[in-house]
């Protein structure tokens, strides 16, 4: 018998023994990880000292988070999303230098496939909603514009949906697009202005919110991944700071640097101009990417 193997179970001596028999772990990697989770879901057992029954329920709550995945539903990722752990993945592996934009989560409707439109093109295919228009520059931390950034930006519509959402309801790729900047580093494009609308919350994530008193709501965004030779590829958001969730995001997405402005302009020459019918919601955001590391 090795000494790691000596020594019976108690409540005690429970993180010794559980992490002692990972002694000969293959992996150095994955033996560092068990040894905290087990020392810290031990310390969790042990304050909250659940009864058979409570334990149960929480085996259950993940076995029917299990069953509800599919390739279109990922349940598991939204508790980490509501349990603020997303973000932390997310703040832990994009720390970012002065000046550089900051990240947030990408979530479940991104897809990899959507059109690369003209500088000026509207993404939003079904005319429904308050017209947008979306303007600014892509920057490296000295200022300079970065020429060929690639920008994939998606959003939910003025309903709160996106196109995933509502096949065969809205036109596929509809407030989806992929844009590239000239030497100017500039971006535009035009689109409605998005809702906020709940993440999936008929299964188990959803109940756990209910019970916890909390909503399931994400403040009116868009997303955007930014791609530029040189610099680190940059998943973000722009968040409109007048929503009524901005200070209550169910997944804790928001960040102060990632507020733009949502202007409401009555000019009818620009309307005009960027071919709308009436008065028309302005965003101007640049973006500062960070050099690869
Ligand atoms: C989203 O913004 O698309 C999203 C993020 C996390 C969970 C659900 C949706
Ligand atoms: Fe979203």
Redesign the pocket.
């Known amino acids: 018998m090795d000494a790691h193997e000596k020594g019976f179970f108690t409540e005690e001596n429970s993180v010794e023994v559980v992490t002692g028999r990972n002694k000969n772990a293959r992996d150095e990697r994955l033996k560092q990880v068990m040894e905290v989770i087990t020392r810290k879901l031990h310390e969790a057992v042990k304050e909250i000292e659940p009864t058979q029954d409570e334990w149960m329920q929480a085996i259950l709550f993940l076995t029917r988070t299990g069953q509800l995945c599919t390739d279109w539903r990922q349940e598991f990722i939204?508790l980490s999303?509501v349990l603020g752990v997303?973000m932390l993945v997310d703040a832990i592996n994009n720390r970012k230098p002065n000046g550089a934009s900051e990240s947030t989560?990408?979530?479940?409707?991104h897809i990899a496939d959507a059109p690369e439109l003209p500088m000026g093109a509207n993404i939003c295919l079904d005319s429904k909603g308050e017209d947008m228009a979306i303007h600014g520059r892509i920057l490296d931390t000295e200022g300079k514009p970065v020429a060929g950034a690639v920008l994939d930006v998606w959003q939910a519509n003025d309903e709160g949906f996106?196109d995933v959402q509502q096949k065969g309801i809205q036109p596929d790729f509809n407030l989806r697009g992929v844009f590239r900047t000239g030497v100017d580093g500039r971006y535009w494009f035009r689109a409605v202005k998005p809702k906020f609308y709940p993440?999936?919350d008929d299964g188990t994530v959803g109940q756990l919110l209910h019970a916890l008193g909390r909503h399931p709501y994400?403040p009116a965004?868009l997303?955007f991944i930014l791609k530029a030779d040189g610099f680190e590829t940059l998943t973000t958001?722009i968040f409109d700071p007048d929503d009524p969730y901005i200070n209550s995001d169910a997944?804790f997405?928001v960040k102060e640097s990632l507020l733009a402005e949502f202007k409401r302009v009555q000019d009818p020459v620009r309307s005009k101009e960027l071919d709308f019918a009436g008065p028309f919601w302005d965003v101007e955001y640049d973006f500062v990417l960070a050099p690869c590391g």
């Open positions: 939204l999303d997303s989560v990408l979530g479940p409707f996106y993440i999936p994400r965004h997303h958001h997944v997405g």
